[in-house]
């Protein structure tokens, strides 16, 4: 059987990510984005301890299956009480590093999954 690259370009990619900048369907953003499969937007939070909702809005608004939540060089987690209200209304949310985020973000939007990513930049070194 001969194996074909799906090559779906209708489907926002995550290309590169690196400090300062992450590179989506060949525009490059070096701020705080929000990517869905269908759009890619400017998200308004830069810090992950002070989260909450009115930050992730426009995310939610994709009515997403998981929400992947990108920290940073690093992995760090928003407030519990964040955390317990998107739990409450039934959302699944994974918290990891930016570079981890972007990973699976690409692999769940490959597998046609409501996924959306909400990315803080790797911070410059």
């Given at each position: 059987?001969?194996?074909?690259?799906?090559?779906?370009?209708?489907?926002?990619?995550?290309?590169?990510?690196?400090?300062?900048?992450?590179s989506?369907?060949?525009?490059?953003y070096?701020?705080?984005?929000?990517?869905?499969?269908?759009?890619?937007?400017?998200?308004?939070?830069?810090?992950?301890?002070?989260l909450?909702?009115?930050?992730?809005?426009?995310?939610?608004?994709?009515?997403p299956?998981?929400?992947?939540?990108?920290?940073?060089a690093?992995?760090?987690f928003?407030?519990?009480?964040?955390?317990s209200?998107?739990a409450?209304?039934?959302?699944?949310?994974?918290?990891?590093?930016?570079a981890?985020?972007?990973?699976?973000?690409?692999?769940?939007?490959?597998?046609?999954?409501?996924?959306?990513?909400?990315?803080?930049?790797?911070?410059?070194?």
């Amino acid at each position: 059987m001969k194996l074909t690259r799906d090559d779906n370009s209708s489907i926002q990619r995550i290309e590169r990510y690196a400090p300062g900048q992450i590179s989506v369907n060949g525009v490059t953003y070096s701020q705080a984005i929000i990517v869905s499969p269908e759009s890619v937007a400017e998200w308004e939070c830069c810090d992950i301890s002070s989260l909450n909702e009115e930050h992730i809005d426009v995310a939610l608004g994709f009515k997403p299956e998981i929400l992947l939540l990108g920290s940073g060089a690093r992995q760090r987690f928003p407030s519990a009480n964040f955390l317990s209200d998107l739990a409450r209304r039934g959302m699944g949310i994974e918290v990891m590093d930016s570079a981890a985020a972007c990973r699976t973000y690409n692999l769940l939007a490959s597998e046609q999954r409501r996924v959306v990513a909400a990315l803080l930049p790797i911070e410059l070194e």
